[in-house]
């Protein structure tokens, strides 16, 4: 069936990096567009990145602009998120989600804290 | 940026209820609007997608209408199951912007 599965979410330090994974199975990765959107404790939802197909067009929400950096490896159907400068508002579920997004992964938590 | 205002932010109501959720756009835009499900602790789920189409496997008693800047989703007999959070979300332009959800309690 069609599964994302996030992982690599932890405690960091303001200041610190992460590097988040999903993996996909159940379709084919390279004919779709995937995202990142986050949730902070007890908030709403918020998108953050977007990836085109091929990895050739991103998007990014201002909020982590110039921190985060999307990314995929087709051939490992995989989607990257690479956090760096992370800030206690960053603490959230990560989702990786398919197109606009039809599919969510479980998510995965990111605590930002000293 | 497109802003998303869902209201109710709560609505209390009874199970065979019929319950309607209205997402107000600050920009006109087209069909380009999904609504999701969310309960504790779990991820979205995709109820309805160009506005109005269901997706599939979400009983029929959901349903998406509305365009420009105005949308609603409706459930025509509110089932224990549907007691929730729902989000719309517009995903027109970039950047996507979501509703800030609406609980659906038991009343």
């Known amino acids: 069936q069609v599964q994302l599965v996030e992982s690599g979410g932890g405690l960091v330090k303001p200041g610190g990096s992460l590097r988040l994974s999903c993996v996909a199975s159940?379709?084919?990765?390279?004919?779709?567009?995937m995202n990142w959107i986050r949730q902070a404790p007890g908030k709403g939802l918020e998108w953050i990145s977007y990836?085109?197909?091929?990895?050739?067009?991103?998007y990014y929400a201002d909020s982590v602009k110039g921190r985060f950096t999307i990314s995929r490896d087709n051939a490992k159907n995989s989607l990257y998120l690479q956090m760096n400068s992370l800030r206690a508002e960053d603490t959230a579920v990560y989702y990786c989600?398919?197109?606009?997004?039809?599919?969510w992964g479980q998510g995965t938590t990111v605590t930002v804290s000293s | 940026d497109i802003q998303m205002t869902q209201s109710p932010s709560t609505l209390s109501a009874s199970v065979g209820d019929r319950v309607t959720i209205t997402c107000r756009a600050s920009q006109s835009f087209t069909r380009w609007l999904a609504w999701y499900q969310q309960k504790p602790g779990k991820a979205p789920k995709l109820l309805i997608y160009?506005?109005?189409t269901l997706e599939t496997g979400v009983p029929s008693r959901f349903s998406g209408s509305g365009s420009g800047t105005e949308f609603t989703l409706a459930i025509s007999s509110l089932q224990p199951d549907d007691f929730a959070t729902y989000y719309c979300q517009q995903y027109n332009s970039f950047p996507w912007t979501f509703g800030q959800g609406t609980k659906v309690e038991i009343k």
């Open positions: 159940g379709f084919t990765f390279s004919d779709y567009y």
């Open positions: 160009r506005a109005s």
């Open positions: 990836i085109s197909s091929s990895g050739s067009t991103i």
């Open positions: 989600a398919r197109e606009w997004p039809d599919v």
